[in-house]
């Protein structure tokens, strides 16, 4: 079982998951695991990702590794709204995967949506 920890200590992924101001979301998800263990990490990664592709509202996901054999794992998996991303998150199926994880690894899940900055990017 991965141990979590939060990304940002003051707002809980649990208390992001009752927000319901609508519009999609996104995901941001860190692993950290020893280089050793990563073949690991993917192989229950892409059984995850296989459970959740399945589940309503799911746009995408993106699995990206740190460089020169780096341990890190950052994936982002979009979604149409909080509500099919907390319906998918809680789904057994996928609970029951977490014990699969190695024990070894660290993950710290946050969502996200984008920011409208002027000239630079667009919401």
């Known amino acids: ?42 192989e229950v990664w892409a059984s995850d990702a296989a459970i959740m592709k399945r589940q309503p509202g799911f746009i995408s996901t993106q699995l990206h590794r740190g460089i020169v054999g780096s341990g890190v794992f950052l994936n982002y998996a979009v979604w149409q709204s909080v509500a099919h991303f907390h319906a998918a998150f809680s789904n057994p199926e996928f609970q029951a995967q977490l014990g699969a994880y190695p024990d070894s690894v660290t993950t710290g899940p946050h969502l996200v949506r984008k920011v409208e900055v002027d000239g630079i990017c667009v919401a």
């Open 1 to 42: 079982m991965p141990k979590f920890v939060e990304m940002d200590p003051t707002v809980t992924l649990e208390a992001q998951m009752g927000d319901e101001s609508g519009g999609s979301v996104t995901l941001i998800n860190t692993f950290i695991i020893p280089p050793e263990d990563a073949d690991r990490l993917l």
